[in-house]
């Protein structure tokens, strides 16, 4: 059984070993509001591997970068991968309740469901059985499981119907980023 843990913008809770830029800002366009930062990874003492849905993938080593994006107002966290120039890998964690500060920083509570956006586009829902487990061990009420469930099917569908302009708009972030930061 997994517990809720708080998570921040700048992934510190996974990459303080390593060589890394990171910057933020707080943002609000007609799409988004919130915090985004980009972490740009210079030096890992080795590249990082994780299972996938389609097998084993390195999602960082160095010169990747990680854009992230945490509204204000909702309950995920998109972390977008980058490769070069090559989008490869959406990741939203659901979250229960995000902090967003003034200057674009951010802290949010992992709710433990999470959908994952691969290059071909399709949407998949992981950990269902991590939070089914968690709500049978007591670390998550009904009401959570729900919200959680509502939050990932109403991402999947947005994403189904907005795909085009949420890719372009990640780049949009990312490049603004690397021009101005």
Same mark, same amino acid.
């Given at each position: +059984?997994?517990?809720?843990?708080?998570? %921040?913008?700048?992934?510190?809770?996974?990459?303080?070993?390593?060589?890394? $830029?990171? &910057?933020? +800002?707080?943002?609000?366009?007609?799409?988004?509001? @919130?915090?985004?930062?980009?972490?740009?990874?210079? @030096?890992?003492?080795?590249?990082?591997?994780?299972?996938?849905? /389609? @097998?084993? +993938?390195?999602? &960082?080593?160095?010169?990747?970068?990680?854009?992230?994006?945490?509204?204000?107002?909702? %309950?995920?966290?998109?972390?977008?991968?980058?490769?070069?120039?090559?989008?490869?890998?959406?990741?939203?964690?659901?979250?229960? #309740?995000?902090?967003?500060?003034?200057? @674009?920083?951010?802290?949010?509570?992992?709710?433990?469901?999470?959908?994952?956006?691969?290059?071909?586009?399709?949407?998949? =829902?992981?950990?269902?059985?991590?939070?089914?487990?968690?709500?049978?061990?007591?670390?998550?009420?009904?009401?959570? =499981?729900?919200?959680?469930?509502?939050?990932?099917?109403?991402? +999947? &569908?947005?994403?189904?119907?907005?795909? $085009?302009?949420?890719? /372009?708009?990640?780049? #949009?972030?990312?490049?603004?980023?690397?021009?101005?930061?």
């Amino acid at each position: +059984m997994k517990e809720l843990k708080q998570k %921040h913008l700048d992934r510190r809770e996974w990459y303080s070993d390593t060589d890394r $830029e990171f &910057a933020c +800002m707080y943002h609000r366009d007609d799409c988004f509001a @919130g915090a985004v930062g980009l972490l740009t990874f210079t @030096g890992l003492p080795k590249p990082e591997y994780v299972n996938s849905v /389609r @097998g084993e +993938m390195c999602i &960082a080593d160095k010169g990747y970068q990680w854009l992230e994006l945490v509204p204000e107002n909702g %309950h995920w966290a998109l972390t977008a991968m980058f490769r070069d120039d090559e989008l490869f890998e959406q990741y939203i964690d659901i979250t229960l #309740e995000n902090e967003v500060s003034a200057d @674009g920083n951010a802290v949010f509570t992992d709710l433990l469901l999470d959908v994952v956006i691969l290059r071909d586009g399709k949407p998949v =829902v992981l950990d269902m059985e991590e939070l089914e487990d968690s709500f049978a061990g007591g670390a998550v009420t009904q009401e959570q =499981v729900e919200l959680a469930k509502r939050t990932a099917d109403t991402i +999947m &569908a947005f994403y189904a119907a907005n795909r $085009e302009q949420i890719i /372009r708009k990640l780049f #949009e972030y990312r490049s603004f980023f690397r021009e101005h930061l």
